[in-house]
T-cell receptor
């Protein structure tokens, strides 16, 4: 079935360092979403990207959608301990309305 | 505004027993989702409702799982009988609108029910 692949699986950073997670699909995605899940919490919506090559910023977070709409990235500048959690990308499934989540990238930030 | 409510928050059962989870979405939200999230994995969609109709249940193990959304508001998910591999967090989410083409809807998640099957 369709999959949305995320790398890396885990990332340990020192507070203040940058962090990037990547999301890749074998098929073209009409749109993509990013969610954050804090440890013990539930996913919280961050952003949705629709246009080819789109770049959106939210404070220290920068989201990109690839030109071919097969990949996306989330970059955090100068990480803080509050950025700890798992970041998921999600894309539409083929032939239906379902949402396919990636396995997520878990971010650890050391103070 | 109140968020998505789920109960119970935790449930421990033995294999072959039955269990039911309840979800009350945000008021006015037409679309409701049930996800299974196994530790260390992303949420996996089990079933998606638009009002009280099912729009996708392709990943629901129908031999043991069932779900309903009577009157298009709250919903229940049932497992009967449970297996060890059903141990997971069951997340309910809702969206204001209804699906249009393949454009994803913003989803609001509830706190989840952590199920342990012994």
């Amino acid at each position: 079935g369709q999959q949305v692949m995320q790398i890396p699986q885990y990332q340990h950073v020192q507070e203040g360092e940058d962090f990037t997670t990547y999301c890749n699909s074998s098929t073209t995605l009409s749109n993509i979403q990013w969610y954050k899940q804090r440890p013990g919490g539930h996913p919280v919506f961050l952003i949705q990207l629709v246009k080819s090559g789109e770049v959106k910023k939210q404070k220290r977070l920068t989201f990109q959608f690839g030109e071919a709409k097969k990949n996306s990235s989330l970059h955090i500048t100068a990480t803080q301990t509050t950025d700890v959690g798992t970041y998921f990308c999600a894309g539409p499934g083929t032939g239906g309305f379902k949402t396919i989540f990636g396995a997520g990238t878990r971010l650890f930030v050391k103070a | 505004e109140a968020g998505v409510a789920q109960s119970p928050r935790y449930k421990i059962i033995e294999k072959r027993q039955s269990v039911a989870f309840w979800c009350n979405p945000i008021s006015g939200h037409a679309t409701l989702y049930w996800y299974q999230q196994i530790l260390g994995q992303g949420p996996k969609l089990l079933i998606q409702f638009q009002n009280n109709g099912v729009v996708d249940d392709s990943q629901l193990p129908k031999d043991r799982f069932s779900a309903e959304r009577l009157k298009g508001v709250d919903s229940t998910l049932k497992i009967q009988p449970a297996k060890l591999e059903d141990s997971a967090v069951y997340l309910c989410a809702s969206s204001l609108g209804v699906p249009r083409g393949r454009l994803l809807l913003r989803q609001f998640f509830g706190p989840g029910t952590r199920l342990t099957v012994l």
